[in-house]
């Protein structure tokens, strides 16, 4: 009894080979540099992407530095990475590096004003150390006329635009919209303070 086999089609090939498995392994080789550029370009993609997301007005979560968990809301992007010494993509943040703390209708107002303060912070984080949120801060909480990234360069003006940014987050906070919609719950979602929980395991 003779048994014949045939190869399926798409694996023929004309140079001496030792079996099936070596033409599979010549065929993958050869392949390799495309499945690499479909790969790369789907990267590509995935960056328009989240370019496009990455907008100004968007509630940010900082993932790295000293401000690691720290929220913040995007000024200003630069896809390009234009700066000196940044060639990377990023953007200008401001946020908040002391959330203002927790008030009742007990206290007086003088404890109310200074549980209700905030200290702000202002500086360009790159895209990939920060967690985009699905809140947006639309033209209730302006920030294109106060942070600039010229004043960034500038020692003497830094201090002022600090000021001004705290000035401007403490009356949202002290004066919140009274309709519940989804502009006053990103601001609320904005001013409260992140809460991580540990968990102790037991060796």
Request: proline share 4%; with cysteine; charged share 30%.
């Given at each position: ?50 370019v ?8 940010v ?21 234009v ?5 990377f ?19 007086g ?34 920030l ?5 990234d ?8 830094k ?31 904005f ?13």
């Amino acid at each position: 009894v003779v048994f014949f086999f045939q190869a399926e089609d798409g694996i023929r090939d004309s140079v001496a080979s030792r079996g099936l498995g070596d033409v599979y392994k010549r065929q993958s080789t050869q392949s390799t540099w495309g499945i690499n550029a479909e790969y790369m370009g789907f990267i590509r993609l995935r960056k328009k992407i989240m370019v496009k997301f990455l907008k100004p007005g968007r509630v940010v979560v900082l993932l790295a530095g000293r401000h690691a968990g720290k929220k913040g809301v995007i000024v200003k992007q630069l896809d390009d990475g234009v700066k000196k010494g940044r060639k990377f993509p990023h953007c200008l943040i401001a946020g908040i590096e002391k959330a203002p703390r927790k008030v009742t209708k007990r206290m007086g107002k003088k404890r109310i004003a200074m549980r209700s303060r905030i200290r702000p912070f202002v500086k360009f984080v790159n895209y990939a150390h920060i967690m985009p949120t699905r809140y947006v801060l639309g033209a209730e909480l302006d920030l294109k006329n106060l942070v600039k990234d010229e004043d960034l360069l500038v020692p003497d003006k830094k201090p002022e635009m600090n000021k001004a940014i705290k000035k401007l987050f403490e009356e949202k906070y002290t004066s919140p919209p009274a309709v519940k919609d989804e502009k006053a719950l990103s601001a609320e979602y904005f001013f409260k303070k992140l809460k991580f929980q540990t968990s102790i395991t037991q060796s």
